[in-house]
């Protein structure tokens, strides 16, 4: 079966742009997760989506948004793109989105923002 | 708010020899508690997880951790590392407000020598 994929692999923006990341999770699960890895820290929460619906979101500027699609796939969107933007950015998946559920890691897409 | 530390951020053992990777937490309420490890290039996996119950928990690849509340600690162990154990570890703490959000500390990178 496949895990959570994730597209692009790998992007170079310039500031200011605007990108998008794409997510899809593993078949059955519903609920779509997005964090932000800048090199050298821990990933940082930024959304939980579940059923389409907003469940949860981060300390991020509103340049961030994302949205869950009818077959629970997952763009992140980032705008005005600044170089502090740069990161791995990691999706995950799971059934439901509660607590006591596992969590499973896409490879991520590497953002640089020149 | 929630938050895990991971004390060390570079951590070298001996292929063979035991493993102990520190990570305190702050929350007023029992935690939830995990253990993910990152390989280069790879998502996150999960190792272990704690939610009640029995302090010492077991986890793939040979890992265990315990929870100590008194110390505020989760820390991880694996009695004998194999070189393949080299990657970057995360502890992470389940956020409240529902979902499955995590906030993760740090890291703490393992490298092994032959």
């Known amino acids: 079966d496949a895990g959570v994929t994730q597209s692009p692999t790998h992007l170079i923006k310039t500031r200011g742009q605007h990108v998008t990341l794409r997510c899809s999770p593993i078949?059955?699960?519903?609920?779509v997760s997005w964090y932000q890895q800048v090199l050298g820290q821990g990933p940082q929460f930024i959304f939980q989506y579940y059923e389409k619906e907003e469940r949860g979101r981060g300390n991020f500027p509103d340049r961030f948004s994302a949205r869950q699609f009818p077959n629970y796939s997952s763009e992140l969107n980032v705008n005005a793109l600044l170089l502090g933007d740069s990161a791995l950015y990691l999706c995950a998946s799971s059934l439901v989105g509660t607590a006591n559920e596992k969590l499973f890691f896409g490879s991520g897409t590497q953002l640089s923002v020149l | 708010a929630q938050s895990v530390t991971q004390p060390d951020i570079h951590i070298t053992v001996s292929e063979g020899a035991s493993l102990e990777l520190r990570c305190n937490y702050s929350y007023g309420a029992t935690p939830y508690l995990f253990w993910y490890v990152q390989s280069p290039g790879q998502g996150l996996q999960l190792l272990l997880k704690?939610?009640?119950?029995?302090?010492l928990v077991q986890g793939i690849k040979g890992f265990e951790a315990e929870f100590k509340r008194s110390q505020s600690s989760f820390n991880l162990r694996k009695p004998s590392v194999h070189w393949s154990d080299a990657a970057e570890y995360f502890c992470a703490v389940l956020l409240t407000g529902g979902g499955n959000k995590l906030t993760f500390g740090t890291g703490t990178q393992l490298k092994v020598e032959l």
């Open positions: 078949s059955g699960h519903k609920s």
């Open positions: 704690y939610f009640s119950g029995d302090t």
